[in-house]
């Protein structure tokens, strides 16, 4: 929230580099150059996904101008669609160079919203955070970023966003696209203030929430900081060397496998070609069982920094011989109370195939430090049966909710057919969790995919342990 104008201004020039390759065309003014170079990356990185000539192009306004709304996810604030969205910027392309910029934080447009547009939030905004209007800052609550960029277009148009009617494409970033662009431009010193890849996050949020005042800076000059940085990164971007163009797409295509940039477009063709990519951040179905863990940081500052999420997902039967699945979700706060961390407050949703039953679950909350335990919530999104739970942990302790399941007809039926797949999907903009697998199938297993470590073998069930930081199919056959 705090680098609005630094992500624009100083990532503008290879941001759509890191989602697709708009710095090789404002560099070469070559479509046909900057493609090549493009396809020899995605042949190496991705080879199943299809051409991007449709995409870049338009993004960048090859063609014809371009008006792109920018989201800037601040994801050690997550929400479900990759963080909270903090500030904004409206971008015009022509010929790939932006030609009009406006950056600013999202609360003078919610601020500014006309009285005439109400629209009731979600449930858990309503109860943990007694909201009573939904604005465009909180739109992003769908897992699923085709709706919640949909949903941004709407409330931006209905609370009298600039431009509103020329934006064709939506593009969120997390904060690690910054962080990435720092390792091509090596550190810059600001103001005596030294940032790097590793340091620009923090020193920023620092510089601007509590060493203003210790420089005696008037707090209305307190980003003044950022346009400076933004010039200096802006500057060194656009004399990168051709030789650092693959690297740079490469990274770029990580961001985007592990959903830290997203993109939306409103012509349904490029749309589709998005989905292709898999760069639009989509729901995606489960094979046929699936799973998505997601967090809604609610009025807890940037405590996700200081949280380390871990999951154990268990399949087997129970006394009766029908099949059960378990998903225990565990937060572990590492952090303590400061200017950007507090009690960790979630709303956690789990979602699984829109068949499965919920049976019951643990560790519901009612409130901050209340041991009266909480409800969970249930209800059906984008296909998926989302079943939720509030959540509050204290610096220094941890605590877990479960959630048991009857399996989908689909998933029971795999199961009779002795070979079952799940689809682990990672939340947007989450970094990493850490993930257990246990599925006890009774008899000896076959071929697993990933495979277990030898000490499992033989023992009658699928046990996996790794850190997520992308979406992982997992398939075992008996």
Do not use: C
Request: cysteine-free.
């Amino acid at each position: 929230m705090k680098k609005k104008s630094l992500f624009i201004a100083l990532g503008l020039a290879v941001i759509v580099g890191a989602t697709g390759a708009g710095s090789l065309w404002a560099v070469t003014h070559s479509s046909v150059f900057a493609a090549r170079i493009i396809d020899s990356v995605i042949e190496k990185t991705n080879p199943s996904a299809l051409p991007v000539g449709g995409v870049v192009p338009r993004v960048l306004g090859i063609d014809h101008p371009n008006t792109v709304l920018f989201l800037f996810l601040n994801n050690t604030e997550l929400r479900p669609g990759g963080g909270f969205i903090g500030s904004y910027g409206l971008v015009t392309f022509d010929h790939g160079v932006p030609t009009k910029m406006k950056i600013e934080g999202t609360e003078k447009i919610d601020d500014a919203a006309p009285g005439s547009f109400e629209v009731a939030p979600p449930q858990a905004l309503q109860t943990y955070l007694q909201s009573t209007r939904w604005f465009f800052r909180d739109s992003n609550w769908s897992p699923d970023f085709v709706t919640d960029a949909q949903r941004a277009l709407q409330f931006y148009a209905a609370e009298g966003g600039a431009q509103a009617a020329d934006v064709h494409t939506v593009v969120a970033i997390t904060p690690e696209v910054l962080q990435t662009l720092m390792k091509y431009t090596g550190p810059i010193t600001i103001d005596d203030v030294t940032f790097t890849s590793d340091t620009i996050s923090d020193l920023l949020e620092y510089s601007v929430e509590v060493d203003f005042t210790h420089k005696q800076i008037p707090t209305e000059k307190r980003k003044e900081i950022l346009g400076k940085l933004a010039g200096v990164l802006a500057q060194r971007m656009a004399v990168i060397s051709p030789t650092s163009w693959g690297a740079l797409l490469q990274d770029g295509f990580e961001l985007i496998k592990n959903r830290h940039v997203m993109i939306y477009d409103i012509d349904p063709a490029v749309q589709r070609s998005l989905d292709a990519l898999q760069w639009s951040g989509r729901m995606l179905p489960g094979t046929p069982d699936k799973l998505q863990i997601v967090d809604a940081n609610l009025a807890a500052l940037k405590t996700d920094r200081v949280i380390d999420r871990s999951a154990v997902v268990s399949l087997a039967q129970n006394k009766t011989g029908a099949w059960e699945e378990s998903v225990a979700v565990t937060y572990k706060h590492t952090g303590s109370f400061d200017y950007r961390t507090t009690r960790y407050r979630t709303y956690l949703r789990v979602f699984v195939p829109g068949n499965a039953t919920f049976l019951g679950g643990d560790g519901a909350m009612s409130g901050d430090k209340i041991t009266k335990p909480g409800e969970f919530g249930q209800e059906h999104e984008d296909g998926f049966l989302s079943v939720g739970a509030f959540v509050s942990v204290e610096p220094g302790t941890s605590h877990t909710v479960t959630f048991r399941f009857t399996p989908a007809p689909e998933v029971l039926q795999a199961i009779a057919a002795h070979h079952y797949r799940l689809f682990v999907q990672k939340q947007l903009g989450l970094p990493q969790f850490d993930l257990t697998i246990h599925d006890d199938f009774g008899t000896t297993l076959g071929q697993a995919t990933p495979p277990e470590a030898p000490a499992h073998f033989g023992d009658g069930a699928y046990d996996w342990q790794g850190t997520l930081k992308t979406d992982q199919n997992f398939s075992v056959q008996w």
